[in-house]
């Protein structure tokens, strides 16, 4: 098993960074042709209110942002009906591009299961894009299973279907 993530629980001080972050990992996703993430698509306002109810994670390494991620516990945009389902849902995991190579992923992910399990809930979900081959690979790889393929919900323009996948805690 991974060495524990050292994730606290942002503020709403932290959404500036996060969102910069974001947008710096959606830009390189544009300039690399994967369609997931747009710059400028989830701002700081928004990042801020979630982060006042606790939602988002931040790893900090000498007062700079290394990785960040959310966890909630219902999604309807992205599972609709199946919101109903009791999970940890992942979204926005992000690691720093400088920061790659240290198989920080892995480690989040570590942490998000703790935490959902922590929290009572034994099943984990996320989403990816349903034309990235490559997290699509890395996800299984972490023990998640594919489910199903859905639209992407309106407000978000990098993609038009994601794969909704989920791994089972204990």
């Known amino acids: ?73 219902r999604d309807p945009d992205f599972w609709g009906a199946d919101d109903d389902t009791e999970a940890g849902y992942i979204h926005g995991l992000m690691v720093a591009p400088e920061q790659r190579g240290r198989d920080l992923g892995t ?27 490559v997290l699509r690979k890395y996800y299984t790889a972490q023990g998640f299973t594919e489910l199903r393929e859905t639209r992407l919900p309106p407000q978000f323009h990098g993609t038009t279907h994601v794969v909704l996948m989920e791994k089972m805690l204990a």
Not at 31 to 57: C, H, K, M
Request: glycine share 6%; charged share 20%; aromatic share 8%.
């Open 107 to 133: 480690r989040i992910i570590q942490f998000c299961a703790d935490y959902t399990l922590a929290n009572g809930v034994t099943l984990q979900r996320l989403d990816t894009a349903a034309d990235n081959a």
């Open 1 to 73: 098993m991974p060495e524990p993530a050292p994730m606290i629980v942002a503020t709403p001080d932290d959404a500036e960074d996060i969102a910069h972050l974001r947008n710096r990992l959606a830009q390189w996703m544009v300039d690399n042709g994967i369609g997931q993430w747009v710059p400028g698509e989830y701002p700081s306002t928004l990042v801020a209110e979630e982060a006042a109810r606790g939602e988002w994670f931040v790893w900090r390494e000498a007062g700079a942002l290394v990785a960040a991620v959310r966890v909630v516990w």
